[in-house]
Every structure is written in C-alpha cells, then in structure tokens.
C-alpha cells in the first residue's frame, strides 16, 4: 500500500512538474518568439488602459524600437480568448490611412504564402475592421459575426506614456467563430502612421512580411505564477487529476 501511495504521489509530481515549464514552445524560421500569461484583470475593451492595474498582469511586453508596445493574455472559459493590448506611442494624430495589422498563422505551420487556417485582420484609420484568410495564395476577404472580436482605439494617455497617443485594445476567441487557433500559434503585428511616412510600416518581427508567415513571430503561453507557471487553483485541478490517473493505472495493473 505504501509503495502504491509513493507512487501514485511520484506520478502526480511529475505531472505538475512537466505542466509547470510555464511555456509550450518551438522554434520559427524568424527566431521571435513571446509569451501570453493568464488573464487576472479582465480589461475594458475602449481603447484606455483605465484602471491603472488594468493589464499589469499581461505576458512579455514587446515593443518595435521605441515607436510601439504591446502585451497580451489569455483566458479559458467556455471559450479559449486571447486579449491584446498595443501602444503606438509616437502615433498622435488622427489620419484615414493610419493602419494597425494583425496576422496569425493557426498551426504555427509556416509556409510562404497565407494558406487555410491563416489569418488577417486589418484595422484601417481608426474605424473600419476587415478579416482575410489564406487561400494558399494570398489573402481572401471573409465574412465575421461582429461578435467575434471586441476591439477599440483611441487617443488616450497610459502609465507606458503619459503623452496621449493611439491604444487599441481587443479579444478575440481562439477556438470558437471564424478564427481557429492551437495552443501554440505564429503571429505578426504591423502598425503604419501616415503622418509619419518616411518610418513606413512598423512591424514585429522586424523584417517580416504578412504575406510570407515563415517570417511570423511564436505565440507561446503559460498559466499564472503560482508556483512557477500555475496558479493555486490549476495545481489543485491538475494533482487532482493526476492522482485520481496514476490510481486508475495502479488499480489495473493489480487486477493482472
């Protein structure tokens, strides 16, 4: 019985130890790659990062030299989302041509032109939002339900800059609607200010091309902290679940 209980613990251990590396990642052809961490404020979608603690707990905090930051989290709910947040801190004015891109590889599977499960969206001077996906050529425009993302911009101050300048905010699902997204993802983020012309089109990772996602960045994930990549709740589910396993495996071997 003892030995049976060690075991069973061992088992449990090791299965938090494995969950616990915090990241699931692998390696791009572009050699970029970041972090989303778990939801623990859920902010406002209006384009002010208000209150101040708002998206403290975002992942790693990316910027393309020092004209743009941005952060992300994710949450599991009845739907896996993934929220952003993205600073165009030298962008202060309000022009049509003005552009934020977003572009997603799916299956983190690469390729050198936008395929099925590649995704696009485009949010063109401050207003207008429109989804592409791949047709293994290029970019097709396609229909969403509204619903599916939540976003908005403004020019508006934050604890990153004090000056006001252009925030967008969005979510959007990864598993649910037009976008489908694995655990781990590829992805690119452009931002253009036509007031600013000659500095042309901002984007992480540097160099990369939207319609070439072998050139896109990694998506990796992790849970909260506590310990290590988990929060206390998750390492109560997960030994739960590892220990009632490792004694569904223990009580079939006794009955060979």
């Known amino acids: 019985m003892r030995k049976k209980f060690c075991t069973i613990i061992t088992v449990a251990f090791m299965t938090l130890l ?21 939801t623990v404020v859920i902010p406002t979608i209006d384009g002010e990062w208000s209150p101040v603690d708002e998206w ?24 896996v989302t993934t929220r952003w947040l993205v600073e165009f801190l030298s962008d202060t004015t309000d022009d049509a041509e003005d552009y934020w891109e977003f572009c997603m590889d799916g299956m983190a599977d690469g390729g050198s032109a ?5 995704y696009k969206f485009v949010i063109t001077g401050h207003t207008d939002l429109v989804w592409y996906e791949g047709d293994g050529a290029g970019w ?19 604890p990153t800059d004090s000056t006001e300048h252009w925030v967008l905010e969005f979510n959007i699902p990864k598993n649910a609607g037009t976008v489908q997204l694995t655990i781990v993802w590829n992805l690119r983020l452009a931002v253009y200010d036509a ?3 000659d500095a042309g089109e901002l984007a992480w990772p540097e160099g990369s091309d939207a319609d ?5 960045g990694i998506e990796n994930y992790t849970m909260d902290t506590v310990p290590e990549g988990l929060s206390l709740g998750v ?8 220990v009632i ?11 060979n």
């Open 245 to 255: 396993g490792a004694t569904v495996v223990l009580r079939k071997r006794s009955k």
């Open 56 to 79: 403290t707990d975002g992942g790693d905090v990316n910027t393309i030299g020092e004209d743009v930051s941005f952060t992300s989290t994710w949450e599991f709910g009845d739907v």
């Open 212 to 216: 070439d996602p072998s050139t896109y």
């Open 140 to 158: 097709v425009e396609v229909e969403y339900d509204e619903s599916e993302i939540e976003w908005a911009n403004a020019l508006s101050s934050s």
């Open 235 to 242: 390492l109560v589910l997960l030994s739960s679940a590892a």
């Open 114 to 118: 936008p395929s099925a499960g590649d």
């Open 18 to 38: 494995l969950v616990s590396v915090g990241a699931i990642s692998c390696v791009s052809a572009q050699g970029s790659e970041r972090t989303s961490w778990g």
């Open 195 to 197: 007031s600013n012309p």
